[in-house]
């Protein structure tokens, strides 16, 4: 360590008469407007005293771990001053939000993009009535709190958001404040993690602070009642150098802090030094990580009624409650508020002193202003190989197999060896069985735990991230794509269920930063789901939901995308455009097993930009007029037993006109009205006629699509087959069976369903029921020997 490193870290460590005026008087400011947030909505700076009509009528929010949050915040601002050291600031206890926003505040950006909001004593009544009120701001760290990539509503995600952020972000750091509430989630504790993929020569830093502050909402947490030395022993084996702060006497909690954040900034400077100069052999290091106690509702009032109220759980959300009708309830808010001094903090018209204004960093220093908070401004786009290249050759539809996703990786290959800094592909340990392992041609599994000699594919210096857990890889591409960086999540469909409330909770972020102005537009969060509902034949049902196709499309249709790609040429065109996207969930979803091709490239990109087409070698629609029958179908499974019904109708019903409509874009059934993808109802009748009825297999569940199509013309018409919740460890044809929708009952849904029915049609109903007889009793006959026959042609339409 040099002597100007050395010298700087012990400025740090022992704040001087100056700094510490500056942090405690930035607290206290940060404390004083996190109060006002929940209580005030007149008088925000005490011109008067305090009356009932200056109270909110409803008091909202959360003040427990506010003044925790804030001194956190303040003296990583100084760190910050101090280094230059760029950060961002995530706040795992969610409903800390006023905290963050006073930060924001207190450091201009607030006013900067608010500018109603702005640092005067009306700007400050405006940031107190709107919080927490109708038309205003929720009270969590939300996408309108400048400085967040993190919400924090949904308890979990703030280290593997944190983690996803500095990966390839080698001069950021994360500060990650761990709520002791939140640490006993299921995503929380998987996350600690993350400091096993994270390579101190590429990547940022991560600080985890965990903040035990005793308490969650109505009772003790766990880690706050274990004995330190348990906490740190959990935390050692996750890989952590742990820190310990504790205490509430000031100024000694601001100097215990300081020296805490010191070491623990020092150390991090020191493994990426070392790193980065070549003087490291390769062991994982161990990073630190603080453990702060300090009471809940710190500062606020200690007792209320006679009742012990900080350091316990009624300090969790409003300590003090019925204050406009409780003349004494009134007099300990007023008397707290002015514990702080605001006369100190706020000058005459109401704008932060000069202390204040001293404290924060300049510019896009100040964690609030961070451009990695807002990480659209930083992206850069795709360096993007021509997907055409990629293609699968077809000399005719539906005559050769080839695995499609094999094809997308080694798309993803090359996408990697373009962009050595800005993609990654996130699976949960799947990444060769998803065959997508080409990517292993250029580049390794990150690791930084021991690699052993017949590990494959594992290095420190890898960036395919596999980690078995659904949570860490949402999270990771969710930090990654929120500070402007592009990936895709790949995992098997049942499973995408695991982190389906993550996928919501991006997509109601998404749908919020569309109406601020100043969030810039991210990278797409790319979801490829495989190993799907009707391929998994020897998993069994566990391994059978596509129930995340049913979440995507509870989205709002400004960010909601689903693409269901028949095959590979489609595939590769429908990733292109992913890859190319901002600001939208885009869900993929193919099976990984060989599967029939159908179109060209050039058919493929036709295909795709239109979203749905007739497909005329499939058919015998003469399209002179209407078809007797429409077949639709959107998902690769389906669409084989789709064309194979068409097959049977061609040749045991001659002259029944079938036409075969395949959606590859599942957006583009509903209305132009319910979707921007939505085709015109001019577009609507061309494939779907007026009045023919649909049969129409759907890869998912059947409801998705009578949702979609609603408001269409005669909508009832639409019989939809799909997956029912019938599985088991059997073939994809036996499950086509089990949930109704093989060639077979789709030639006899056509035949039911028709308009008008040829010579022979009953004949052909009969032949039907009596393949689906003999299919059950095959199968009952030879279990055993399934294997020969998992995969049912277009040529053999019987045992």
Request: with cysteine; aromatic share 8%.
């Amino acid at each position: 360590m040099t002597a100007v490193v050395s010298d700087l870290l012990q400025t740090l460590a022992e704040p001087d008469e100056a700094d510490l005026a500056r942090l405690d008087a930035w607290w206290r400011a940060a404390n004083y407007l996190t109060i006002g947030q929940i209580y005030l909505k007149a008088n925000p700076l005490l011109r008067e005293p305090l009356t009932a009509e200056h109270i909110k009528p409803r008091l909202l929010g959360h003040w427990g771990t506010s003044p925790g949050l804030s001194l956190i915040y303040a003296h990583v601002s100084r760190l910050i001053r101090h280094t230059g050291q760029q950060a961002i600031y995530l706040a795992g206890p969610g409903h800390g939000g006023p905290a963050l926003v006073a930060a924001g505040y207190l450091e201009g950006t607030y006013s900067e993009i608010y500018p109603q909001v702005s640092r005067d004593e009306e700007g400050m009544g405006k940031l107190f009535r709107q919080f927490s009120s109708p038309g205003g701001i929720p009270s969590h760290v939300s996408v309108t709190t400048p400085g967040s990539i993190h919400e924090g509503g949904e308890l979990g995600y703030v280290l593997v958001h944190a983690f996803g952020a500095v990966m390839d972000n080698p001069d950021l750091l994360a500060i990650a404040v761990v709520g002791d509430g939140e640490a006993e989630t299921g995503p929380l504790e998987g996350s600690w993690k993350g400091v096993s993929f994270i390579n101190p020569a590429r990547d940022g830093a991560v600080l985890p602070i965990l903040h035990l502050n005793g308490a969650k909402i109505a009772g003790p947490t766990v880690l706050a009642r274990k004995h330190a030395d348990e906490v740190q022993e959990l935390l050692r084996g996750h890989g952590y150098d742990v820190i310990e702060v504790s205490g509430d006497d000031l100024p000694g909690m601001h100097f215990r802090f300081a020296a805490a954040l010191a070491q623990a900034w020092g150390r991090i400077r020191e493994i990426q030094t070392c790193a980065r100069n070549g003087e490291w052999d390769g062991t994982r290091p161990a990073w630190p990580l603080i453990v702060l106690r300090s009471p809940k509702g710190w500062t606020g009032p200690a007792e209320v009624d006679g009742v012990r109220v900080t350091g316990t759980w009624r300090s969790h959300q409003v300590p003090l409650s019925g204050v406009r009708d409780n003349p004494e309830h009134l007099a300990i808010l007023e008397q707290w508020l002015r514990s702080y001094r605001p006369e100190e903090l706020f000058d005459a018209a109401g704008a932060p002193a000069d202390v204040l204004r001293e404290q924060a960093p300049e510019g896009d220093l100040r964690m609030s202003a961070s451009p990695h908070a807002n990480g659209g401004v930083l992206t850069r786009d795709l360096d993007l190989p021509d997907f055409r290249g990629y293609a699968v050759e077809v000399a005719a539809p539906a005559t050769e197999r080839a695995e499609s996703t094999r094809r997308l990786g080694e798309l993803m290959r090359d996408i990697y060896a373009g962009n050595p800094d800005r993609f990654r592909l996130f699976c949960p340990d799947e990444t060769n069985s998803n065959r997508l392992g080409a990517v292993f041609e250029v580049s390794d599994r990150a690791f930084m735990e021991r690699v052993m000699p017949g590990d494959v594919a594992i290095s420190r210096d890898g960036r395919v991230m596999e980690v078995l857990s659904e949570h860490n890889c949402h999270g990771w591409l969710e930090g990654y794509n929120l500070t402007g960086r592009h990936g895709m999540f790949a995992t098997y469909e049942a499973f995408a269920m695991v982190s389906a409330s993550q996928t919501v909770q991006h997509g109601k972020w998404l749908q919020e930063a569309q109406h601020l102005p100043w969030r810039a537009k991210v990278p797409s969060l790319n979801v490829l789901l495989t190993s799907t509902a009707w391929r998994n034949d020897h998993n069994g049902f566990s391994h059978q939901g596509p129930g995340l196709i049913q979440v995507v499309l509870t989205q709002r249709g400004d960010i909601a995308r689903v693409y269901l790609p028949p095959d590979a040429n489609t595939l590769l065109s429908v990733a292109d455009h992913c890859f190319r996207s901002k600001s939208y969930i885009n869900l993929i979803v193919i099976d990984k097993q060989p599967q029939l091709q159908y179109l060209t490239m050039d058919e493929a990109i036709e295909h795709c930009a239109r979203g749905a087409g007739i497909w005329e070698w499939a058919g015998t629609d003469d399209g002179n007029s209407d078809p007797d029958i429409v077949l639709a179908c959107a998902g690769d499974i389906v669409t084989m037993e789709t064309v194979a019904a068409a097959q049977i109708l061609r040749e045991r019903l001659p002259g029944f006109k079938v036409r075969v409509v395949n959606v590859v874009d599942l957006m583009t059934l509903p209305r132009p009205k319910d979707h921007p993808h939505g085709m015109s109802g001019t577009q609507f009748t061309e494939l779907f006629t007026d009045t023919v009825d649909v049969v129409f297999p759907f890869h998912g569940y059947p409801g998705a699509i009578h949702q979609l199509v609603h408001g269409r013309p005669d909508a009832d018409r639409f019989r939809v087959r799909g997956f029912i919740e019938q599985g088991t460890t059997t073939t994809p044809f036996d499950m086509m069976v089990r949930n109704r929708a093989s060639r077979y009952h789709l030639v006899m849904d056509a035949i039911n369903n028709a308009h008008r029915l040829p010579r022979g049609a009953a004949d052909l109903k009969a032949w039907c029921e009596a393949q689906l007889r003999r299919h059950e009793a095959y199968v009952v006959e030879h279990l055993e020997d399934m294997p020969e026959v998992r995969d049912w042609s277009l040529e053999r339409t019987e045992p």
